[in-house]
């Protein structure tokens, strides 16, 4: 039976640059963030997203993202309400997925919000990227564009380090390309061996 190992980390940690190495060796990653996006495209989810938010977050047919995140930010009902229209679909196209993927031994599943969505509660194993705080924000900054204040706002918004880490089997520290990618090797040595 394939196995799950989960890969989560806060914004700005380096998730996506360890989900690109895992993947160059030849591990199925599945990126949970950009499914949802790409799922956020079918009838049935704009029909339940304005059903619930009203037509004023559609645009030409389709969701207005910036809309959307501006009506569910700060507000943990709505946010709730988006999540539970959302998070059942990728589930059912993250296990399409993954039967589509039995040949492999294993595979990876990278969610930012793995523990928020309890989706962590079906992977064989966790593995956590954390950077400091400020290279977090400096990378955030320039990949998006965005001031400081916005992306503290987004870092206070998810789970801690901490909070991950305590859930978590193994933990890299993301600061050194090159020692990530010794750290990746080492944790995929114990996963083969176990």
């Known amino acids: 039976m394939t196995k799950v190992i989960g890969l989560t980390g ?3 940690s ?17 990126i949970a963030d950009d499914e949802a996006r790409k799922l956020m495209d079918t009838k ?14 559609l645009e030409h047919g389709k969701i207005n993202r910036t809309a959307l995140a501006k ?19 990728v589930k059912q196209h993250f ?10 031994p294993w595979v990876v599943k990278e969610a930012a919000i793995l523990f928020e969505s309890g989706s962590y509660k079906g992977c064989d194993a966790i593995i956590t990227v954390t950077a400091p705080l ?13 001031d400081r204040e916005s992306v503290l706002k987004r870092i206070q918004s998810q789970w801690t380090d901490e909070q991950r880490i305590a859930k978590s089997t193994y933990v890299i ?21 176990q």
Do not use: C
């Open 134 to 146: 400020e290279t977090r924000i400096q990378r955030v900054m320039e990949r998006d564009k965005t």
């Open 14 to 30: 380096g998730k996506t640059i360890v989900a690109k190495y895992i993947e160059s060796l030849g591990i199925p990653v599945y």
């Open 95 to 104: 296990d399409t997925w993954l039967d589509t993927h039995k040949k492999y």
């Open 173 to 193: 520290h993301n600061i050194s390309l090159k020692e990530t990618h010794k750290k990746i090797n080492q944790i995929l040595n114990l996963l083969t061996n």
């Open 71 to 89: 009506l569910v930010f700060n507000n943990s009902d709505r946010l709730e309400k988006l999540n539970s229209i959302i998070h059942p679909k």
């Open 44 to 57: 049935e989810i704009i029909d339940s997203v304005s059903e619930a938010f009203g037509s004023q977050i």
């Open 10 to 12: 806060g914004i700005g």
